[in-house]
C-alpha cells in the first residue's frame, strides 16, 4: 500500500452534472499529481499541484480544476461532465523537489450516462 | 511532447520464463524511467525505475535497461510467476515536477 487514499471508490453521473473527487497524499509528500485513466489505456496527466499552486497541466479543458490544501491533500473538480470523461482517476503523490517517485492511490471509477 | 510507445501489447508466458516488454520515448530531455504494475481494480504500483545515467538496475526477479542514445528501455522479468500476471506500463518524465508520461501498457499472463 501506498499510502495515498482516494473517495469515492466509485461515482455515477449524468451528462451535464459537475462532480468533485478527493484525494489525500502520503505522509511527508507536498505534491499530488491527478491522471485520467480511460478502459485500456495508460494514464494521462491532467494537472499537478505542489505547495497549493498548480504546477503543470496536460492536455485537458478549463472544467478540470483543482486545489490543494494546506495539509496537502487535493480536489479534482469536473464541470459539465461529458460522457467521454468516464474513466479512472488516479491521484499520485511524491515529495517534490526530493525524488521523483510518485505513488498512486486506488482511483476513483467515475461513470457518466 | 513525449510520446512513449510500448510493445507488446499483450504478452503470454509460462511460468518460470522470462517476459521482456519494450519501450521507445521521443523527449531527448526525458531522464526518469519508471515501471508500473496495474492489477484489475487497483492503482498503478511502481515496482522499479531508471533514471538517465544509469544503464541497467535490477530488483531480485525484475530489471531495466535503459539506452539513452536509442531513446528506448525495457523491463525483464525472469521465472515469472502467475502472480506477475497483471498489466504493466512504462513510462518517461523529465524527472521531478514534471508529468509521467505512460505507453498503453502491456497485459502479461503467467500460465501455471
Known amino acids: 500500500e501506498t499510502g495515498v487514499t482516494q473517495s469515492p471508490t466509485h461515482l455515477i453521473k449524468t451528462r451535464g452534472q459537475q462532480v468533485t473527487l478527493r484525494c489525500s497524499s502520503q505522509?511527508?509528500?507536498?505534491?499530488v499529481s491527478w491522471y485520467q485513466q480511460a478502459l485500456g489505456q495508460g494514464p494521462q496527466f491532467i494537472f499537478q499541484?505542489?505547495?497549493?499552486?498548480?504546477?503543470g497541466r496536460g492536455n485537458f479543458p478549463p472544467r478540470f480544476s483543482g486545489l490543494q490544501f494546506p495539509n496537502y491533500s487535493s480536489e479534482l473538480n469536473v464541470n459539465a461532465l461529458e460522457l467521454d470523461d468516464s474513466a479512472l482517476y488516479l491521484c499520485?503523490?511524491?515529495?517534490?523537489?526530493?525524488?521523483?517517485?510518485?505513488?498512486f492511490g486506488p482511483g476513483t471509477r467515475l461513470t457518466v450516462l | 511532447g513525449e510520446n512513449v510507445e510500448q510493445h507488446p501489447s499483450t504478452l503470454s508466458v509460462q511460468e518460470g520464463d522470462s517476459a521482456v516488454i519494450k519501450c521507445t520515448y521521443s523527449?531527448?530531455?526525458?531522464?526518469?524511467f519508471p515501471w508500473y504494475k496495474q492489477e484489475l481494480g487497483k492503482g498503478p504500483q511502481l515496482i522499479i525505475d531508471?533514471?538517465?545515467?544509469?544503464g541497467e538496475k535490477k530488483d531480485q526477479r525484475i530489471a531495466v535497461t535503459l539506452n539513452k542514445t536509442a531513446k528506448h528501455f525495457s523491463l525483464h522479468i525472469t521465472e515469472t510467476q502467475p502472480e506477475d500476471s497483471a498489466v504493466y506500463f512504462c513510462?518517461?518524465?523529465?524527472?521531478?515536477?514534471?508529468?509521467?508520461?505512460f505507453g498503453k501498457g502491456t497485459s502479461l499472463l503467467v500460465t501455471p
Open positions: 499520485a503523490s511524491s515529495s517534490g523537489g526530493v525524488g521523483d517517485e510518485q505513488f
Open positions: 505522509s511527508g509528500h507536498n505534491t
Open positions: 499541484y505542489y505547495r497549493e499552486e498548480e504546477n
Open positions: 523527449d531527448s530531455a526525458s531522464n526518469y
Open positions: 531508471i533514471r538517465s545515467n544509469v
Open positions: 513510462a518517461a518524465s523529465r524527472g521531478s515536477g514534471y508529468a509521467l508520461n
